[in-house]
Structure formats: C-alpha cells, structure tokens
C-alpha cells in the first residue's frame, strides 16, 4: 500500500538552530514528493517540490530536502530557524498512478523558541 | 494577484442542519479542489474540478454532501445534514491544469457541529 508517515507530530527548536522535519514514503514506484506549510490563519503554500530531477531540493526562506530513495525518505531541514518558521509543515506525496491527486501526510508543528 | 477567497470563515451549526461554503479561484486556474482537514490530520481531498466538470470525487460523502461549480469558476460546497464527524475545516484550492501539483489554498472555513 502506498503511504506517507510524517515521524513528528511536533517539534521545537531553539531560533538559529538547525531544523529537522521527517517524512517517509511507502510505494512501489518513486513518486512526487513535495513540502507545505501552514501558517496560523493563512493558506497552504507549497515550500519545495522533487519531480525526479536533483535529489536535493532547495525551497523558499532557505528550506531544503533530500530525497533518498533507499530509505524512503524526503527529509526537510533548515540550517538556522528564524521565528518566523514557526507554522505547520505537511509533507506531500502524488504516488505513481494516483493522477495529480496531493496525499497529506500528518503534519509537523514546528515550534520556535527564543 | 488575488488568493483562493472562501467565505464563511467559521461556522457553528448543529447536528443535522445545513450548511453551504462558497470559494472563488485565481482567476483563470482551470482546477478547483475541495478539502477537508480533521484536527490532528492532513487534508483530504474531497472532490476535484476541471472547469466545471468533475475530475475526482470518489472521497466525496454523496449521501448529505455536494459541490458544483457553475460556469466553471467559482464553486460552493454543501453539507445536508450534518454531523458531528464533519466538524473540520473546509479548504479550497485551485491550480493551473498543466502544473497541478502546485496548489494554491484559502484560508479555509472551520466548521464546528454541535
């Protein structure tokens, strides 16, 4: 079955520490693996987007991912958290044979902390 | 540019009456999606248009919901009747039919049935 499983439900930081958000998929085939995030009272903006071109993927205000098909993983980092970071993060996944339809993961609340 | 509008923002209704949320895409996107997001989870896509015919809505509850959208620009949802488990929050999104794995969301309306 094709899945995806976001690890954190939350997790806190500490401003201009790295970030860590994890994500795995389960499927068969590589799919399309994309980063949103939710901030309070605001809509779901796409952050960053892998489409099997580079394995490492840079998005807006200096997130990134590396997309590493032998684990499975679609990992979002950031090296220095800003207050401003802290929002939602859902990891995205369009599986091979599903159309264009967005599978959610969960969802990561990322707490920044002064 | 102008977002994804959708109005209500928040709507408190009891159990098995109705309730209808109105969204109104970028202009010119051709692509309109309805969500649903339960707290604690990822959104769900609901149902999916292409202009104004429907592309996907097999997670669609026919029994008490229906979407149109007339003229293929905006659309409204609606819940008759409703019931506790539909408690969430109702996002719209549109997209450009040649990259629709960009999604561009509202605010959302948050119902809460009583």
């Known amino acids: 079955a094709q899945s995806v499983t976001q690890l954190d439900s939350h997790v806190s930081v500490s401003e201009g520490t790295p970030v860590l958000l994890r994500c795995n998929y389960s499927s068969s085939y590589s799919p399309s693996l994309f980063w949103y995030v939710q901030h309070p009272n605001k809509g779901l903006q796409l952050l960053l987007k892998y489409t099997s071109a580079a394995t490492l993927v840079k998005g807006i205000n200096g997130f990134e991912a590396e997309f590493k098909k032998s684990e499975t993983s679609f990992h979002l980092t950031k090296p220095s958290a800003h207050m401003s970071d802290a929002a939602e993060y859902f990891c995205v996944v369009i599986f091979t044979g599903g159309g264009n339809k967005l599978t959610f993961g969960t969802g990561t609340q990322l707490k920044v902390e002064l | 540019e102008a977002g994804v509008a959708q109005s209500p923002r928040y709507k408190i209704i009891e159990k098995r009456q109705s309730v209808a949320f109105w969204c109104n895409p970028i202009?010119?996107?051709?692509?309109l999606y309805w969500y649903q997001q339960i707290l604690g989870q990822g959104p769900k896509l609901l149902i999916q248009f292409q202009n104004n015919g429907v592309v996907d809505d097999s997670q669609l509850p026919k029994d008490r919901f229906s979407a149109e959208r007339l003229k293929g620009v905006d659309s409204t949802l609606k819940i008759q009747p409703a019931k506790l488990e539909d408690s969430a929050v109702y996002l719209c999104a549109s997209s450009t039919t040649t990259v629709s794995y960009e999604q561009y969301f509202g605010p959302g309306t948050r119902l809460t049935v009583t």
């Open positions: 202009s010119g996107h051709a692509t």
